[in-house]
């Protein structure tokens, strides 16, 4: 008898430990959904009579942050705080609650040349790199937190969803965070979405030229993780590389995640001129000790071109001599020392100390960039943004001033900025130059109508190179 | 038999207030919670239904939903997929039904073969073949998944009308819900748990114990494919994420809070992750380690009652009646969609 009674008592408590839960989670609810119905008049007031919308007040700013804070980018969730925040104190004059620890927030946030204030919402949208989640997470702030710019995602297939969804909000501006697929502007065009930071094929830019024009490449063999983000990164290379005349004889995917290369390295020929190596992870540092185990450590030295990952300090640093001398394109440059990436790093060891050596981190500089332009927008407006079609003109046309310099968004509301074709070495990668003006389009190439990059595409098709091509000689 | 009157007046108080929940809540509760816990109870309800009435715990029901929501976006005018079709979504719909309830037949061929944990093992692996089917044929999942999917236009706006889906998916749940315990009481479904209960001894009597197990499949795959539609008519949207391995994880999750021997446990299960997942994160201490607390939540749940917030409800509502009746046998009053076997 004792003993049952003990078992009811521990069933009673879980059953009460849920109830006060649900009835928690309730009451928050309700209190959301009164800001909800607000925001919903609000956005019936816009839409409605003229004079409803004279009466109303002037629709309070409230902005949103959507990260990963879960899956395989959770570790940049700090880096990606950071961002953001550092655009808020630089550009909105606002204060750190704590320098150590970005997720504190900021105090004091302002439009720029008034006094009206920036809502920080610090419910943060957190998601784990997959569409639905980021998609649920987006919905929650605009729908229930009462959002209205919304700064995010992280990742490529998040971007693609929550583009897709600001369609369906056109009263919500949304501005990227450092997701990298081409269809979130290209294709999408959601005319509220906007991408202050470059794509990852944009990431590529200067490369094929650099192959083509510098080392005298003719033929190619790609290899790449199978999946959307190399695809995209190949095809940047490829449609540069082709234009100019070079051959893809081949395209190789590992799948991501894979251990052993040796079949993969068994298939690249002998008979061609290098290879675009996008493998991440630590699948990089196992094909590169593979590769060079077969071939010489000093064998990729002319015959390798890398994606975004090859030149990650980390990889540098465990690989060292054996990718010594290897080229590959970046956003970031890590070791420019002009006025612009000083005032960049600076702007973040002021706002957070720890995170200055993040600044070459492309998360942090993402959504520096993407926050930047939304205050730079609201000032424009002079922080009316009752009309949210003329804030959302109004940050199309913001030019924001990041650490590699001016950057401006095209028609589809993509960035155009430069990129960086850096050569790895034992101080980390160093700048070999700057391909300025780096456009969505690779001049053409990639349009709305033609296929997503995936195993087989772009094709390789000669003539109309990027603008940038021809200035990228020895 | 007061006590099973009982618990049909329940039940239809229970749909009634779910039916007029929409007048009072917001648009994104509505959205957001309400009609997400009834798609994902659903999906949880086909995993039950093997559970409760098989004895199998299967970890493919999500792939199965997945196969749904994939066949409807490459069937109808979406931005991603095959994008040669441009079917009516009614159509497009009632074939990915089909689609799936196949599928959900061949994996039963083979996993009916099994028991136990290489059940649990046989069907995880096919959850994985069908979700890393879709992540690798891009021609079917789109580049970054399947998007901007037409919704039926019955359906209004998802914006605008979130009642609409909402009541289209409690009253499948309904059906849903009603069927699998009229199935229970057909000689199909008592020989299903039979074979659940005592195999030799069926296979001895006469039975196909492969043949019911595999149509027993079928059918739940008939329910995760439900849901799988009414996922994209509701999201608009499908990815291959959708039915990753983290999902997967959740869905059972999801029937074990409930109770992983009562049908209802399915819905009740999903109500509770929704708003946990959707309130957790304003938690100060909770903040972005959500998945964190709600694994404390599964695990208190699991070690304090077994048979999840059902078992609560169940062993309170024994314990009622043996205060009412001290001589009375603690039986339970329905014992239909539920009938727990010791040893089971």
């Known amino acids: 008898m004792n003993i049952r009674n003990k078992r009811w008592g521990w069933l009673s408590a879980t059953l009460l430990i849920i109830i006060i839960g649900i009835v928690a989670a309730a009451c928050g609810g309700s209190d959301s959904s009164s800001a909800d119905t607000a925001a919903a008049d609000t956005a019936a007031a816009d839409t409605a009579a003229v004079e409803t919308a004279a009466a109303a007040p002037e629709k309070k700013i409230v902005m949103g942050f959507l990260s990963n804070c879960e899956g395989p980018f959770g570790p940049f969730w700090d880096a990606t705080l950071a961002g953001y925040y550092t655009a808020l104190v630089q550009f909105a004059g606002a204060t750190p609650v704590d320098p150590a620890d970005p997720k504190a927030g900021v105090t004091g946030a302002m439009v720029p040349g008034t006094e009206i204030p920036i809502e920080i919402n610090t419910d943060y949208g957190c998601s784990d790199d997959k569409a639905d989640k980021a998609l649920s997470e987006a919905k929650r702030l605009v729908e229930q937190e009462g959002v209205n710019i919304l700064i995010g995602p992280l990742s490529g297939d998040e971007g693609i969803a929550v583009a897709n969804y600001a369609k369906t909000q056109p009263d919500v501006t949304f501005l990227n965070g450092i997701s990298g697929a081409q269809d979130t502007t290209l294709k999408v065009q959601a005319p509220n979405f906007f991408r202050f930071f470059t794509d990852g094929a944009q990431w590529t830019a200067g490369l094929g030229a650099y192959a083509y024009n510098v080392l005298g490449w003719r033929t190619a063999v790609t290899i790449g993780d199978d999946y959307s983000f190399p695809y995209t990164q190949t095809a940047g290379f490829v449609s540069e590389f082709c234009s100019l005349g070079g051959k893809v004889t081949d395209r190789i995917w590992p799948a991501l995640g894979e251990t052993d290369y040796s079949s993969y390295i068994a298939k690249l020929p002998n008979d061609v001129d290098g290879f675009f190596l996008d493998v991440g992870g630590t699948g990089t540092v196992q094909f590169v000790n593979q590769y060079t185990e077969v071939n010489g450590n000093d064998s990729l030295q002319g015959k390798v071109m890398g994606g975004a990952f090859i030149s990650n300090p980390a990889i540098i640093k465990e690989l060292g001599s054996k990718v010594e001398g290897v080229v590959a394109g970046s956003a970031l440059p890590s070791d420019a020392t002009d006025a612009n990436w000083t005032t960049y790093v600076d702007a973040i060891t002021a706002a957070f100390p720890d995170q200055a050596g993040n600044a070459a981190n492309i998360f942090l500089a993402g959504y520096y960039n993407n926050t930047q332009a939304a205050i730079l927008g609201l000032g424009a407006v002079g922080g009316n943004i009752d009309d949210a079609a003329a804030f959302q003109s109004a940050i199309a046309g913001v030019e924001i001033s990041t650490g590699v310099g001016p950057v401006t968004v095209d028609g589809n509301r993509n960035a155009v900025g430069a990129n960086y074709v850096v050569q790895v070495s034992d101080k980390g990668a160093t700048t070999l130059f700057t391909v300025p003006d780096v456009d969505q389009s690779f001049g053409g190439a990639f349009s709305a109508d033609t296929p997503n990059p995936d195993r087989d595409n772009p094709k390789c098709v000669a003539g109309n190179p990027p603008p940038w091509a021809a200035s990228i000689t020895k | ?344």
């Open chain 2, 1 to 344: 038999m007061i006590s099973a009157r009982l618990h049909w007046l329940i039940g239809i108080g229970i749909v009634i207030v779910a039916a007029v929940l929409p007048f009072v809540f917001s648009n994104f509760t509505t959205s957001q919670i309400l009609t997400r816990a009834l798609i994902l109870g659903l999906a949880a309800a086909s995993l039950i239904f093997l559970a409760s009435l098989g004895g199998w715990v299967s970890l493919a029901q999500l792939g199965l939903y997945g196969v749904a929501g994939f066949t409807v976006g490459n069937l109808v005018q979406a931005d991603g997929g095959a994008k040669v079709f441009a079917m009516d979504i009614w159509l497009a719909s009632l074939l990915a039904l089909v689609v799936t309830v196949l599928v959900g037949l061949l994996i039963g061929v083979i996993a009916s073969r099994s028991e136990g944990i290489y059940f649990l093992m046989i069907t995880l692996a096919f959850g994985v073949i069908i979700k890393l089917l879709f992540e690798k044929a891009t021609d079917l999942s789109g580049f970054g998944g399947i998007n901007q999917i037409i919704q039926p236009a019955v359906l209004g706006s998802a914006q605008l009308d979130p009642e609409r889906i909402y009541w289209v998916c409690l009253a499948i749940c309904v059906l849903v819900y009603l069927g699998i315990r009229y199935f229970a009481h057909t000689p199909f479904g008592l020989a299903f748990q039979g074979i659940r209960d005592n195999t030799p001894r069926m296979r001895a009597l006469g039975y196909n114990v492969t043949l019911i197990r595999t149509v027993a499949f079928g059918i739940a795959a008939f329910i995760a494919g439900l849901a799988g539609v009414l996922n994209v008519w509701w999201n608009t949207q499908i990815s291959p994420g959708t039915i990753d391995i983290g999902p997967v994880i959740f869905l059972l999750m999801i029937a074990i809070i409930g109770g992983l021997y009562r049908i209802e446990g399915a819905w009740v299960g999903a109500l509770i992750y929704v708003i946990l997942d959707n309130r957790l994160r304003s938690v100060d201490l909770v903040g972005e380690r959500v998945a964190t607390a709600l694994g404390i939540v599964f695990l208190l749940i699991v070690l304090l009652s077994p048979g999840g917030v059902m078992g609560i409800y169940k062993s309170l509502a024994s314990r009622w009646r043996r205060s009412r009746s001290e001589s009375g046998a603690a039986r339970d009053g329905d014992g239909t969609a539920a009938p727990t076997v010791a040893g089971d």
